[in-house]
Nanobody
Framework: VQLQASGGGSVQSGGSLRLSCAASGFELQYYAIGWFRQAPGKEREGVSCIASSDIGTLYSDSVKGRFTISRNNAENTVYLQMNSLKPEDTANYYC????????????????WGQGTLVTVSS
């Protein structure tokens, strides 16, 4: 059981990236999936979350209106479309599963895989 985040890269301010969170060994559709990020010297913070069966989504105030979370059950993947990127979005991005629905408390998330690095230059 593992999640793999991918799609990070280096972009200029105002650019876009789409992150993918792919699962192996289980089906993502039955879990809430959260995206978190961690910048050097900072704590991990919640960015977005999508509930199981797509009954709801959650966004942090810092990304609301710029990021969109979605899932493709056929591909067993959750996506995070990131538009209008800012230098403060620079961080390692991680995805995890939650058995208690959407929340930004990272302690409720499991199956963290390796993150994917997003670097936004001004």
């Amino acid at each position: 059981v593992q999640l793999q985040a991918s799609g990070g890269g280096s972009v200029q301010s105002g650019g876009s990236l789409r992150l993918s969170c792919a699962a192996s060994g289980f089906e993502l559709q039955y879990y809430a999936i959260g995206w978190f990020r961690q910048a050097p010297g900072k704590e991990r913070e919640g960015v977005s979350c999508i509930a199981s069966s797509d009954i709801g989504t959650l966004y942090s105030d810092s990304v609301k209106g710029r990021f969109t979370i979605s899932r493709n059950n056929a591909e067993n993947t959750v996506y995070l479309q990131m538009n209008s990127l800012k230098p403060e979005d620079t961080a390692n991005y991680y995805c995890g599963t939650s058995r208690v629905g959407c929340t930004f408390q990272s302690s409720f998330f499991y199956d963290w895989g390796q993150g994917t690095l997003v670097t936004v230059s001004s």
